[in-house]
Every structure is written in structure tokens, then in C-alpha cells.
T-cell receptor, first 113, second 111 residues
Framework: ELKVEQNPLFLSMQEGKNYTIYCNYS?????LYWYRQDPGKSLESLFV?????AVKQEGRLMASLDTKARLSTLHITAAVHDLSATYFC?????????????FGKGTTLSVSS | DSGVTQTPKHLITATGQRVTLRCSPR?????VYWYQQSLDQGLQFLIQYYNGEERAKGNILERFSAQQFPDLHSELNLSSLELGDSALYFC??????????FGSGTRLTVV
């Protein structure tokens, strides 16, 4: 059974500093997604990583994928308050029927000045 | 507006009752997925339908069922509701290939 683990689960950040969230998954997958969720809201797609070594950047967020290590990282550069939210990584288990995303537990970021 | 429409947005009902949640996927998307989000369990995959057929099952209780209709909208039926079923229920849709779009969710409160 595919397991997706994120760490840390909570991250208290100071404005202007850099941080990294880690996402490990347990079985082979060729697609990894990052989503953002604000409290009580829906999930907003941030990145889709489709191949080993893929790197994508949007503003202060950069995501990368290492399929050999089954690891993705989400790097935050110079944190700002607007980044406070919960971030989820999700993976599709390619050896199973269906194409459902399996999510990690999420990392809740809180940015303070 | 993501293009995935869920109704109702909020639902309050009593234990033992039955409710139906509705989802209309983005135009052209054949797959519909249902997820349950609760504080203790996180985002749990329940079930996937593809073009009217069940494609995959996740952690869906026997009291829950779903279907996808010819016009591709989907309904999630929750019966014999318990307090622990209180959660945010999301529907997502995807085209062939990749990319998943989530609806705004239905917040179910069982009292």
C-alpha cells in the first residue's frame, strides 16, 4: 500500500528565512503533486512533477523530485506571511488500478514577523 | 471557480440519517474522485469513477456509496450517519493524462 509521509507536519517560520518541506513516498510513482490549502478552503494546485530531476519554481516556492529516492522537496525562499497555509504532497500509485491521488498528512506553515 | 461544482456547500444532519452529496466535474473530465478530509484522518481517498464505471476504491465505508451518471456528474451517498462522519468532503475531476481539479467541498456536520 502506498504511503506518503511529509515532514515536518508543522513549521513555524520567520519572515525572510528559508525552509524546506520533505515528502517521501513508499512505492513507485511517476507523478508527484503539491497543493496548497487555506483553512476551510479547497485545494489549489501548485506544482506537478513528472520526471526524475524535475524542478519547478513559482515565486518563493520551488519543488523538486528524485524518483530514485522517492523524495520530493518544497523549498521556501524568504518566507512571507502570505505563505501561511497547509501544503500537501500527493502521489499516484502506478501499479494499482485507478489514478487516485494519495495524500500526505500535510505541513502547516505559519509565518511570523 | 475551479470548474468542479459541489453542492451543497454545508449540510447539517442528525445521526442515523442519510445524505447525498453532488459533484459536477469540469467539462471534458471523465474521472471523478471523492475524498474525505477530517482533522484526525487527513485527506482520505474514498472512490474513483471513470466514465460511469467504478475504477478504484480507497477507504470507503460500507455505509457509503457513490455513482457516476451518463452526464458524468457524481453523487456520494452517506447513510446511517455517525458523529465521526463529520468532515469536509471533496470531489475532484481529471482528464485522461494528468492534472486534478478540486471542488470547493461540502462540509458535513452530523449532530
Amino acid at each position: 500500500e502506498l504511503k506518503v509521509e511529509q515532514n515536518p507536519l508543522f513549521l513555524s517560520m520567520q519572515e525572510g528565512k528559508n525552509y524546506t518541506i520533505y515528502c517521501n513516498y513508499s512505492t513507485t510513482s511517476d507523478r508527484l503533486y503539491w497543493y496548497r490549502q487555506d483553512p476551510g478552503k479547497s485545494l489549489e494546485s501548485l506544482f506537478v512533477l513528472l520526471s526524475n530531476g524535475a524542478v519547478k519554481q513559482e515565486g518563493r516556492l520551488m519543488a523538486s523530485l528524485d524518483t530514485k529516492a522517492r523524495l520530493s522537496t518544497l523549498h521556501i525562499t524568504a518566507a512571507v506571511h502570505d505563505l501561511s497555509a497547509t501544503y500537501f504532497c500527493a502521489v499516484v500509485e502506478i501499479e494499482k488500478a485507478g489514478t487516485a491521488l494519495i495524500f500526505g498528512k500535510g505541513t502547516t506553515l505559519s509565518v511570523s514577523s | 471557480d475551479s470548474g468542479v461544482t459541489q453542492t451543497p456547500k454545508h449540510l447539517i444532519t442528525a445521526t442515523g440519517q442519510r445524505v447525498t452529496l453532488r459533484c459536477s466535474p469540469r467539462s471534458g473530465d471523465l474521472s471523478v474522485y471523492w475524498y474525505q478530509q477530517s482533522l484526525d484522518q487527513g485527506l482520505q481517498f474514498l472512490i474513483q469513477y471513470y466514465n460511469g464505471e467504478e475504477r478504484a476504491k480507497g477507504n470507503i465505508l460500507e455505509r457509503f456509496s457513490a455513482q457516476q451518471f451518463p452526464d458524468l456528474h457524481s453523487e456520494l451517498n452517506l447513510s446511517s450517519l455517525e458523529l465521526g462522519d463529520s468532515a469536509l468532503y471533496f470531489c475532484a475531476s481529471s482528464p485522461p493524462g494528468y492534472g486534478y481539479t478540486f471542488g470547493s467541498g461540502t462540509r458535513l456536520t452530523v449532530v
